[in-house]
């Protein structure tokens, strides 16, 4: 009788125990302030290659904008009313992502050939529920060059995919690919013509690995079409030799390829010292013994 009741004020004092930290929990959570997340995303597409949606995740938090980890977004197709959930993307460590959208077959437009794109953030115990959408065109560019007079020339032309119609004063950046930053060729804006084309002459004296040079002809985040990028290869630079001391011993090489003076001169010196250690104990020592 006695074991039975210890054991029921026992029951009694964890369930009492359980449901007070069960509303201490939730009194915690209601008084915790979630931030607002804020989406950031813009639509690049490659000729012959892949379309992509690069988002950014950031907040304000103690009055300082955060890129913000780890966040699960969902990123779906939105059609009229329609709403069709195209995959999951996740934010890296400086809070961006990359969605590729392989082929825009994959995905529907309106009636009207605008293609719209909803990335949103279902909350969690730090971020409040949130949502961007953006919507674009499809826009073709062709480029080539073209030699007249000794002088070469990137014509390029800029179409809407839908109607095929040209899209007139709209800005072409036409550049060089380089190691760190792009090379732009003739002006910074570059507006089509009633043809939707631009023709813009390429200096001479570019170099190039082996005489090689890759141009881009961009259209640089439009309100309508986004970015919209060709790539085109010719051999029209100035050859240069392509150094490489990956295999040589520099003072800029790996671990492995260090110069051999760096080697020899401080293992001689760490040698010679140790030298003048054991031959100064072995002195003592026969000090020590006479």
Not at 2 to 12: E, Y
Not at 67 to 72: H, M, Q, S
Not at 88 to 101: A, N, S, W
Not at 232 to 254: C, H, L, N
């Amino acid at each position: 009788m006695k074991n039975s009741m210890v054991f029921r004020l026992g029951f009694l004092v964890l369930t009492y125990l359980f449901l007070v930290n069960a509303e201490l929990n939730t009194v915690w959570a209601q008084g915790v302030k979630k931030n607002k997340l804020r989406i950031s995303a813009d639509y690049v597409k490659i000729m012959d290659g892949d379309n992509y949606v690069n988002i950014k995740a950031s907040a304000r938090i103690e009055k300082k904008n955060v890129r913000v980890a780890n966040i699960e977004l969902s990123i779906s197709n939105i059609v009229g009313e329609e709403v069709m959930e195209l995959g999951r993307t996740t934010t890296d460590m400086d809070g961006v992502t990359k969605y590729v959208i392989h082929s825009l077959e994959t995905i529907r437009p309106d009636s009207t050939g605008v293609f719209t794109i909803l990335i949103s953030f279902e909350g969690n115990d730090l971020y409040k529920k949130t949502s961007k959408d953006i919507s674009f065109k499809d826009a073709l560019i062709h480029a080539n060059i073209v030699t007249k007079d000794s002088v070469n020339y990137m014509n390029a032309r800029l179409l809407d995919a839908d109607t095929g119609t040209p899209i007139q004063n709209e800005s072409l950046i036409v550049q060089v690919e380089r190691l760190f930053k792009p090379f732009i060729i003739g002006e910074d804006f570059n507006y089509t013509d009633e043809n939707g084309s631009i023709h813009v002459p390429i200096e001479d004296n570019i170099p190039g690995v082996d005489g090689n040079l890759t141009f881009e002809v961009v259209l640089n985040d439009n309100d309508d079409y986004g970015t919209v990028k060709t790539i085109v290869e010719a051999p029209i630079g100035v050859p240069v030799v392509y150094e490489s001391t990956f295999d040589k011993r520099t003072m800029w090489s790996p671990r492995s390829k260090t110069p051999l003076f760096l080697l020899i001169f401080p293992n001689l010196i760490t040698f010679g010292m140790w030298g003048f250690i054991v031959y100064f104990i072995f002195n003592l020592f026969k000090i020590a013994r006479s």
